[in-house]
């Protein structure tokens, strides 16, 4: 998989489930990873969290690409540029943020990076635009409106492509009301990788997991064009 900006948006608007995790031991985040991919979703977010995150990361992905080189290893969770820079040098394919950060978005267009805000209103979502960001991160999804957030939005704007992160459950009755909503692609966190298959090893479930979600976005979206 080519990772360049347009194809790293394609791809995750292809698979439509976005896993977002983090975990402290770089061979456990390999498995989950691996797993994420082989449940047909290749692009992961890990999220910027605990001590030497950075480091951690770098170590990842200097492993994946000799590995796996069709997973896509983006950040969450950037609040600043140093960090963004941190992360774009150690080949972040695109960059995650709680909040809209100008400068983020610049650093990132500088790289021809895909920069992901994080937007609670249209005002923001208009900025993030002006911005060249592509696709805007609903978050915290449910608290900022959920489903009927994002159709009052695509009523006068339906060029707008939301990837909402909290409160999408990766289980056909979350994905139908979002996706029919009308969003692009969903962050899903610990309730698409569970904390118990982490602890205990069971890559096999998280795959499984995956690969169910990912299956029911696409059933939804064929249903759609049906």
């Given amino acids: 998989m080519a990772h360049d900006r347009v194809s790293v948006l394609q791809a995750l608007q292809t698979q439509g489930v976005c896993p977002v995790f983090y975990h402290p031991d770089a061979e456990v985040s390999l498995n989950v990873i691996r797993a994420c991919a082989r449940g047909g979703a290749p692009v992961v977010e890990f999220t910027n969290r605990g001590d030497f995150a950075c480091d ?25 540029t ?35 805000p ?55 009755a979350s994905i139908a009301k979002w996706f029919g909503a009308g969003i692009v692609a969903a962050g899903m966190g610990s309730k698409l990788v569970t904390d118990d298959a982490v602890k205990s090893g069971d890559w096999a479930a998280i795959e499984a997991s995956v690969r169910s979600a990912v299956n029911a976005v696409a059933a939804f979206r064929a249903s759609r064009k049906g």
């Fill in 56 to 80: 951690l990361f770098g170590e990842i992905n200097r492993e994946l690409i000799k590995t796996d080189p069709n997973v896509v290893l983006g950040i969450g969770s950037v609040v600043d």
């Fill in 82 to 116: 140093g960090t963004a820079s941190l992360y774009l040098n150690r080949g972040a394919r695109f960059v995650v943020s709680p909040c809209l950060i100008p400068d983020v978005a610049k650093v990132c267009n500088r790289r021809m990076v895909a920069y992901f």
């Fill in 118 to 172: 994080g937007c609670g209103s249209v005002t923001d979502i208009g900025e993030a635009h002006e911005l060249g960001c592509d696709i805007v991160k609903l978050f915290p999804g449910s608290s900022v409106g959920g489903p009927d957030f994002v159709k009052a939005v695509k009523g006068p704007m339906p060029w707008v492509k939301i990837m909402p992160t909290g409160g999408v459950d990766p289980d056909e």
